[in-house]
């Protein structure tokens, strides 16, 4: 039986949680019908819960594999997520069963990525930071 390793169970926990919010910060507001004013009255504080998880998963400790391998999949992440809000602006006006996809998933896009930036951004920091120390 495999051991598994404790040492990054807290980063691990933060990012499903901030995931779990980006895809409710999305989906939520739309399914329940609640006017644009009511969820832009709450949504600077999820954002900022959303950047602080994004902090804090980044600044946990992963293992110098584990480190290059979420850097390549937070990258490809941010990336897509970027180029394909424009297209996606482009659904805003379909609707489906009278729920607003194109809404939907913009929410959900926007989330994400004020999850995935600073994470990308520590990660790559850590990497450049632990590749130039390599000599020591």
Request: aromatic residues 12%; proline residues 3%; charged residues 10%.
């Amino acid at each position: 039986m495999p051991i598994r390793s404790r040492e990054n169970l807290f980063g691990a926990y933060a990012f499903l949680f901030g995931i779990v919010v980006a895809l409710a910060v999305g989906i939520i507001p739309v399914l329940i019908g609640q006017p644009a004013e009511v969820v832009s009255r709450y949504i600077g504080w999820i954002y900022s819960i959303l950047a602080v998880t994004g902090v804090l998963v980044g600044a946990s400790n992963f293992g110098s594999k584990d480190l290059k391998t979420f850097l390549i999949a937070s990258l490809s992440v941010v990336f897509v997520g970027y180029m394909g809000l424009s297209s996606i602006n482009l659904m805003k006006g379909i609707v489906f069963v009278n729920i607003n996809v194109g809404l939907i998933l913009i929410s959900i896009f926007n989330a994400l990525m004020i999850l995935f930036v600073p994470v990308t951004i520590i990660v790559a920091l850590r990497t450049v930071f632990s590749i130039a120390s390599v000599g020591e």
